[in-house]
């Protein structure tokens, strides 16, 4: 399965994300999004095509946000824009494309909605929590 995912490997969501989509078999293009940046045209498409705002993803936890005022509700959309090309940890993460859609997986079993197949149980996150049974089925 052809997939990417925008990571931040000191995240945990978006390292449980990687190790589902590996164990369910996809060998995704991994973007460090904090190295690579981002463009504008680039959150412009992956925002669309996830059905989210800028502000639906802007990251208020462990950024600047606050202190750069951005989470004012009468911040624009294109200054938030702005800010997030300046300062890429202030997008949420991690962001999966797979053939399926592109989703800001978060929680991390949100990754499941894009997968061709489910991978095998039981499975669980980092910090011990089960989200597949040992049939397959998410708890």
Request: net charge negative.
């Amino acid at each position: 399965m052809a997939c990417v995912i925008h990571h931040n490997p000191d995240c945990g969501t978006s390292r449980n994300v990687l190790a589902f989509l590996e164990a369910a078999g996809a060998d995704p293009v991994v973007i460090e999004y904090l190295k690579t940046g981002w463009t504008r045209p680039q959150l412009l498409g992956l925002f669309a095509a996830a059905d989210l705002t800028p502000r639906d993803a802007l990251r208020v936890s462990k950024t600047p946000a606050e202190e750069m005022g951005l989470t004012d509700p009468s911040v624009s959309d294109e200054t938030l824009l702005e800010a997030m090309v300046a300062h890429p940890i202030l997008v949420n993460r991690p962001i999966v494309c797979t053939p399926k859609g592109v989703r800001l997986c978060r929680p991390s079993e949100a990754v499941f909605d894009l997968l061709e197949a489910m991978p095998e149980g039981p499975l669980t996150k980092e910090d011990g929590e089960i989200v597949l049974d040992a049939e397959g089925n998410r708890v």
